[in-house]
C-alpha cells in the first residue's frame, strides 16, 4: 500500500470553490440519470423568485425570496414587518409565490427551513409537512425543514 502525503489549507478561495463545486456538479451529473438529463436545460439553474409587499409609503411590509429550481420551489426567506402581522400578509406572500411557481414556472413542490421559534405552525397551518428535524441547531434552537406538494 503506498502512502500519501497531503498538505491541508484552510484559506478561503473562491478559485478552488468554483472548482470543487464544477468538479462535483460533474461527478453528480455522472451518477445520476435525473442530473444528467437536466444539463443544458433551462431546468439545471436556479431561477429567483421573489414576492414584495409595499406599505402606502412604498416601504416594505413584508417579502419572500426564493428562488425555484427544476420543479421545486425553495423560500429562503419570509419576513413581515410587526406592525403588519396578524393581517394574513405572510400568508399572502408566500401563495403568492406558490402560485408563481406552479402556475409559471411548472414547479409541482415546495421547501423551506424555520427554525422553532418563528414559524413552523405557521406553514404546517398552509399544508406543510415536518420532514427533518435537527435539535440543537444552533445550540437551544430546533430547526425544522418542511415541504409542501403544489397544485
Same mark, same amino acid.
Given at each position: ?20 463545486? %464544477? ?6 451529473? &455522472? !451518477? ?6 437536466? *444539463? =443544458?436545460?433551462?431546468?439545471? #439553474? ?41 393581517? %394574513? ?6 401563495? &403568492? !409565490? ?6 409559471? *414556472? =411548472?414547479?409541482?413542490?415546495? #421547501? ?40
Amino acid at each position: 500500500m503506498v502512502s500519501r502525503m497531503f498538505r491541508l489549507e484552510t484559506e478561503v478561495d473562491k478559485s478552488r470553490q468554483d472548482l470543487l463545486r %464544477r468538479r462535483l456538479r460533474d461527478t453528480n451529473t &455522472a !451518477a445520476s440519470p435525473v442530473l444528467r438529463a437536466l *444539463r =443544458g436545460t433551462p431546468g439545471e #439553474r436556479e431561477h429567483p423568485l421573489q414576492v414584495w409587499a409595499l406599505d402606502d409609503s412604498g416601504a416594505v411590509a413584508g417579502g419572500l425570496v426564493g428562488h425555484t429550481w427544476t420543479t421545486w420551489l425553495h423560500v429562503t426567506y419570509l419576513w413581515v414587518d410587526e406592525r403588519h402581522r396578524g393581517a %394574513r400578509l405572510g400568508s399572502h406572500l408566500l401563495a &403568492a !409565490a406558490e402560485r408563481l411557481a406552479h402556475d409559471e *414556472r =411548472g414547479c409541482t413542490a415546495a #421547501r423551506l427551513e424555520t427554525w422553532d421559534f418563528q414559524a413552523p405552525e405557521f406553514y404546517r397551518k398552509r399544508g406543510y409537512d415536518v420532514v427533518c428535524v435537527i435539535p440543537d441547531y444552533p445550540p437551544g434552537i430546533t430547526e425544522y425543514t418542511l415541504t409542501k406538494r403544489l397544485g
